[in-house]
């Protein structure tokens, strides 16, 4: 069975730009999560998604968003990127949202 | 929510040496985790085990929910085994709280 994908693998963006990460989680798996690990606050949770619905959301401002298609397929959105914005952004796919969760290679994006 | 702690914040072994590492968490959890990550940022699932004990090889967990502490036990290590390895922890609000990680480091 594949495991959990996420496209780009890195991404170079300036102050200012919107960005738009992609998640595809393993076959029959519905929920998706969303995860930001910085050097200086570590891995923080975004929000999860389960059946194209946002159940949980984490501390993060407005322009952090996401959303989630009938396949399980979810995307993030990051606009008006800040410089703090530079992490690497982890998606993770299990059943249910309180059950294993298993991760995705990450998106390491770059704000200058 | 729930605060996850883990400990030591850095380990240095000798290859071939045993270690421990103790993740502490706040409140009961649904669910608790341990992973590694990879240098390349990869989180690579270890165990999944709210409770009980579950061993994988060189490595072995044990959860005492009632407690609220995780160990995880890696023995023979090798120099494969270095990274950080992260606990993880489900809220009843089914958040999954990371701790700060343990950065081991194992020499040859």
């Known amino acids: 069975k594949a495991g959990v994908t996420q496209t780009p693998r890195y991404l170079i963006k300036t102050r200012g730009q919107q960005v738009t990460l992609s998640c595809s989680p393993i076959?029959?798996?519905?929920?998706v999560s969303w995860y930001q690990q910085t050097p200086g606050q570590g891995l923080q949770f975004l929000f999860e998604?389960?059946?194209?619905?946002?159940?949980n959301k984490g501390n993060f401002p407005g322009r952090f968003s996401g959303r989630q298609f009938s396949n399980s397929r979810s995307e993030m959105n990051v606009s008006t990127l800040e410089l703090g914005d530079s992490a690497l952004y982890l998606c993770?796919?299990?059943?249910?949202?309180?059950?294993?969760?298993?991760f995705g290679p990450g998106t390491r994006l770059t704000v200058l | 929510g729930i605060q996850v702690e883990q400990s030591p914040p850095d380990l240095i072994l000798q290859e071939g040496a045993n270690s421990t590492l103790r993740c502490n968490f706040s409140?009961?959890?649904?669910?608790l985790q341990w992973f590694h990550q990879n240098p390349w940022g990869q989180l690579i699932n270890l165990f999944y085990?709210?409770?009980g004990t579950k061993q994988n090889g060189r490595l072995s967990a044990t959860t005492v929910a009632t407690e609220r502490y995780s160990l995880l036990y890696i023995s023979s290590s090798q120099t494969t085994d270095s990274g950080v390895y992260f606990c993880?922890?489900?809220?009843?609000?089914?958040?999954?709280?990371f701790g700060p990680g343990t950065r081991l480091s194992v020499l040859p």
């Open positions: 993770a796919s299990s059943l249910v949202g309180a059950n294993e969760q298993f």
């Open positions: 076959s029959g798996h519905r929920s």
């Open positions: 998604y389960f059946s194209e619905t946002q159940r």
């Open positions: 409140d009961s959890v649904n669910n």
């Open positions: 085990i709210p409770s």
């Open positions: 993880a922890a489900v809220d009843y609000g089914q958040n999954f709280v």
